[in-house]
């Protein structure tokens, strides 16, 4: 038995290594733009040599990210079409009562945490999140790059609205990733200081057995601990004692 | 009291009004009383050597400049020397200097201005203090207002009469309310308005008076016109491009004047107001080329998004108002349980 589960394919991996650094180059370039009368505003734009050359850089970024959100769709839906991969992201009835088991057990009222199959609640509220934030990000941001092509098609007054939104969608999305994402990938116990799984594609089978307990079971044909219902959580794997040291 | 009584008495009981000024300590007007005296140049100009008396004693210097505070290389015996000038000009230019012997302040400033940089490049008509100020018969500065811009039309005639036309130089030769050419150009330290510097700076220019609660309530005006515009895409811009001057390949973000105009501003309801809504399509088309007819209303016309005014907007930001704190403060709790279960567990 192999001491490590793949669990990212290359593709997958690519994307992470895009959607990462252009959100980096977006946040540095977009926010500035945003809270333009700061003095840290400031600093960072004269680093790029004034506002219309970090504006150009945010567009340059805003167009990698556009193309990489229609890659990723047509190839998710090729995918799907092909069944090469299932429906493993599309929340279900089970992660809602995942959230609710996981909230549960955050409070102390249970000591039964929660069995997940390949992404937990957590995971695909940030995926959906994102993809989400990406449509209206790139929708609205070439709404403010052509306006005037913009006005011929929709009414004016939604160029304003799409810079609000735009601004704050994005604020929010910088939120979401330095709150959320900084801490399920670096400061969770689980995984601090940093996990490097999106990098190399690989978690270690104990972390599986700790986090994907129903999807390693069907990966290695045994069967889920419980497939049905989150009576039998508490019998978490051996060595464990029934009471996992965090989620 | 008794001590300012007298000099007053004494002054108004010295008439007219000229005799006794120190000037004619001096005896210079003995000569300089000849309206018809004047002295020939090398250029062919005929430089007048008359002092009017009663001109120079009402003037601001009248009561307290002798002659030779200001022509200090004159002596009494000068009357049968050549002068070293060569044009009026030369003269001009070498007895402004006299001026900041007492005004330095607002001499050093006008080393900054637009006057003096390009009298500095050979430009022998750029003002100088006594072109605005006048030399024997300088009187207080803006007495009334309006002669400000009548000084300026003087070489700025063009713009002046545009100027006059307008919603603000109409209203000139009446009220104080208004600006003159000073106001927004500055007197001593003249910006030169053309590199960019003079429009970047229009937003606090303008804003000076419209966002002035007492004044803009006396026409009806808005004063949150400078925040709309700061808080909107131009502003953001103009913000960010501050101290960049206009060149090649640099275009600048509009400010005040880029849309409702310079010198030939006018009421925005007035039909002929480039902000006027029927002719904002063509006002915008000025940057945003190709702009349709709904293009300017992508432009909330300086209103802040209410919902009578511009409900879309207004929606997407009560929206995010609401998202951001619920969304972020709810991730947070989030990891404030699991991090207290972490706890609970050790």
């Given at each position: 038995?192999?001491?490590?589960?793949?669990?990212?394919?290359?593709?997958?991996?690519?994307?992470?290594?895009?959607?990462m650094t252009t959100f980096a180059a977006l946040c540095l370039t977009g926010l500035p733009q945003k809270f333009y009368t700061t003095g840290w505003a400031h600093t960072f734009v004269d680093l790029f040599g004034g506002i219309d050359n970090t504006r150009w850089i945010h567009r340059f970024f805003g167009?990698?990210l556009?193309?990489?959100?229609?890659?990723?769709?047509?190839?998710?839906?090729?995918?799907?079409?092909?069944?090469?991969?299932?429906?493993?992201?599309?929340?279900?009835?089970?992660?809602?009562?995942?959230?609710?088991?996981?909230?549960?057990?955050?409070?102390?009222?249970?000591?039964?945490?929660?069995?997940?199959?390949?992404?937990?609640?957590?995971?695909?509220?940030?995926?959906?999140?994102?993809?989400?934030?990406?449509?209206?990000m790139?929708?609205?941001g070439?709404?403010l790059?052509?306006?005037?092509?913009?006005?011929?098609?929709?009414?004016?007054?939604?160029?304003?609205?799409?810079k609000?939104?735009h601004s704050n969608?994005g604020l929010?999305a910088f939120f979401?990733i330095t709150?959320?994402?900084?801490?399920?990938?670096?400061?969770?116990?689980?995984?601090?200081?940093?996990?490097?799984?999106?990098?190399?594609?690989?978690?270690?089978?104990?972390?599986?057995?700790?986090?994907?307990?129903?999807?390693?079971?069907?990966?290695?044909?045994?069967?889920?601990?419980?497939?049905?219902?989150?009576?039998?959580?508490?019998?978490?794997?051996?060595?464990?004692?029934?009471?996992?040291?965090?989620? | 009291?008794?001590?300012?009584?007298?000099?007053?008495?004494?002054?108004?009981?010295?008439?007219?009004?000229?005799?006794?000024?120190?000037?004619?300590?001096?005896?210079?007007?003995?000569?300089?009383?000849?309206?018809?005296?004047?002295?020939?140049?090398?250029?062919?100009?005929?430089?007048?050597?008359?002092?009017?008396?009663?001109?120079?004693?009402?003037?601001?210097?009248?009561?307290?400049?002798?002659?030779?505070?200001?022509?200090?290389?004159?002596?009494?015996?000068?009357?049968?020397?050549?002068?070293?000038?060569?044009?009026?000009?030369?003269?001009?230019?070498?007895?402004?200097?006299?001026?900041?012997?007492?005004?330095?302040?607002?001499?050093?400033?006008?080393?900054?201005?637009?006057?003096?940089?390009?009298?500095?490049?050979?430009?022998?008509?750029?003002?100088?203090?006594?072109?605005?100020?006048?030399?024997?018969?300088?009187?207080?500065?803006?007495?009334?207002?309006?002669?400000?811009?009548?000084?300026?039309?003087?070489?700025?005639?063009?713009?002046?009469?545009?100027?006059?036309?307008?919603?603000?130089?109409?209203?000139?030769?009446?009220?104080?309310?208004?600006?003159?050419?000073?106001?927004?150009?500055?007197?001593?330290?003249?910006?030169?308005?053309?590199?960019?510097?003079?429009?970047?700076?229009?937003?606090?220019?303008?804003?000076?008076?419209?966002?002035?609660?007492?004044?803009?309530?006396?026409?009806?005006?808005?004063?949150?016109?400078?925040?709309?515009?700061l808080?909107?895409f131009?502003g953001m811009a103009a913000s960010l491009q501050q101290g960049k001057?206009?060149?090649?390949?640099?275009?600048?973000a509009?400010?005040?004047?880029?849309?409702?105009?310079?010198?030939?501003?006018?009421?925005?309801?007035?039909?002929?107001?480039?902000?006027?809504?029927?002719?904002?399509?063509?006002?915008?088309?000025?940057?945003?080329?190709?702009?349709?007819?709904?293009?300017?209303?992508?432009?909330?016309?300086?209103?802040?998004?209410?919902?009578?005014?511009?409900?879309?907007?207004?929606?997407?930001?009560?929206?995010?108002?609401?998202?951001?704190?619920?969304?972020?403060?709810?991730?947070?709790?989030?990891?404030?349980?699991?991090?207290?279960?972490?706890?609970?567990?050790?």
């Amino acid at each position: 038995m192999s001491n490590y589960i793949v669990r990212f394919s290359l593709k997958q991996r690519i994307e992470h290594f895009v959607t990462m650094t252009t959100f980096a180059a977006l946040c540095l370039t977009g926010l500035p733009q945003k809270f333009y009368t700061t003095g840290w505003a400031h600093t960072f734009v004269d680093l790029f040599g004034g506002i219309d050359n970090t504006r150009w850089i945010h567009r340059f970024f805003g167009v990698v990210l556009a193309l990489s959100t229609i890659v990723h769709f047509a190839s998710g839906i090729a995918a799907i079409l092909s069944r090469k991969i299932g429906f493993s992201m599309v929340p279900t009835k089970r992660d809602f009562e995942d959230a609710i088991q996981q909230l549960r057990y955050y409070l102390g009222m249970t000591d039964q945490h929660p069995q997940y199959d390949r992404f937990t609640y957590k995971e695909k509220f940030e995926y959906w999140g994102l993809v989400a934030g990406n449509v209206i990000m790139v929708v609205t941001g070439f709404m403010l790059f052509f306006p005037v092509k913009a006005a011929t098609l929709i009414p004016g007054q939604i160029i304003p609205a799409a810079k609000v939104a735009h601004s704050n969608e994005g604020l929010m999305a910088f939120f979401v990733i330095t709150v959320w994402h900084i801490f399920n990938a670096h400061l969770n116990p689980d995984v601090f200081p940093f996990d490097a799984s999106i990098f190399t594609g690989k978690v270690s089978r104990e972390r599986y057995v700790h986090e994907h307990p129903l999807e390693l079971a069907r990966l290695e044909g045994g069967l889920p601990p419980d497939a049905h219902g989150h009576a039998g959580h508490g019998d978490a794997p051996p060595g464990h004692g029934g009471k996992r040291v965090v989620g | 009291m008794k001590r300012f009584l007298l000099p007053l008495l004494v002054a108004f009981a010295a008439s007219p009004a000229w005799a006794g000024i120190p000037a004619e300590s001096e005896d210079c007007l003995g000569c300089h009383s000849d309206p018809d005296q004047t002295y020939d140049l090398p250029s062919g100009e005929k430089l007048s050597l008359y002092v009017n008396q009663e001109a120079f004693a009402k003037s601001v210097h009248g009561e307290m400049l002798r002659c030779t505070e200001c022509h200090t290389d004159k002596t009494s015996d000068h009357a049968t020397g050549e002068l070293k000038f060569k044009t009026r000009r030369e003269v001009t230019r070498a007895y402004y200097e006299q001026c900041k012997g007492c005004h330095f302040a607002n001499y050093t400033k006008t080393l900054d201005g637009v006057h003096f940089a390009v009298m500095a490049k050979g430009n022998d008509k750029a003002a100088l203090c006594v072109d605005c100020h006048g030399a024997h018969d300088i009187s207080r500065p803006g007495q009334p207002r309006a002669r400000i811009s009548q000084m300026c039309s003087g070489c700025h005639g063009k713009e002046a009469a545009i100027y006059a036309r307008s919603v603000h130089g109409r209203l000139a030769g009446s009220s104080s309310d208004v600006p003159v050419c000073t106001d927004c150009h500055r007197a001593h330290d003249t910006t030169d308005p053309r590199d960019g510097a003079l429009a970047a700076r229009t937003p606090e220019i303008c804003g000076r008076c419209h966002t002035d609660e007492k004044l803009m309530k006396r026409y009806g005006l808005s004063t949150k016109v400078v925040d709309t515009y700061l808080a909107d895409f131009h502003g953001m811009a103009a913000s960010l491009q501050q101290g960049k001057k206009k060149g090649p390949g640099v275009r600048l973000a509009a400010v005040c004047t880029d849309c409702h105009g310079v010198h030939d501003i006018e009421k925005s309801d007035s039909p002929n107001s480039s902000v006027m809504a029927a002719n904002l399509q063509k006002t915008c088309a000025k940057c945003h080329e190709g702009a349709s007819e709904s293009f300017p209303k992508a432009w909330l016309s300086h209103y802040e998004p209410t919902p009578e005014k511009a409900p879309i907007v207004w929606a997407v930001q009560l929206f995010y108002k609401l998202m951001i704190p619920f969304m972020v403060g709810g991730l947070v709790l989030q990891i404030a349980l699991h991090l207290w279960r972490v706890v609970v567990n050790r």
